[in-house]
């Protein structure tokens, strides 16, 4: 992974050959795209799939509330997206049963 410095790529997003430029806050990296991807499909591949798709179905549902806000509102404070951190915080509330509602997390960090 390298890190550009130039004016003329500070924008630059994608794929380019064998490269792909990227954009994480105010740096612009890059880095060489995976020759061969095999798709694993082992039961513990599958399952944490599950998981990452009914967590990232769960912030659709929210979404579109004050929740949302709260994680778009810590993510600016760290830097990071709101999703990304969402989903970093609910992955284990999710199972192959279903929601384990103990373990949900609507907001981070102290309320008061």
Known sequence: MACC???LFNRLSGRVGRVIYYQVG?????RAAPGKVKDCRSELQLYYR???RKTATFYGVIR???LARIWQMLGVVERRSGYTLF???NMRAFN??????DLVHFSAGNLF
């Open 5 to 7: 410095y130039s004016n």
């Open 26 to 30: 105010d740096h612009l990296y890059a």
């Open 50 to 52: 599950e998981r990452m």
């Open 64 to 66: 579109q509330t004050w």
């Open 87 to 89: 989903l970093k915080a």
């Open 96 to 101: 192959g049963e279903g929601l384990l509602y």
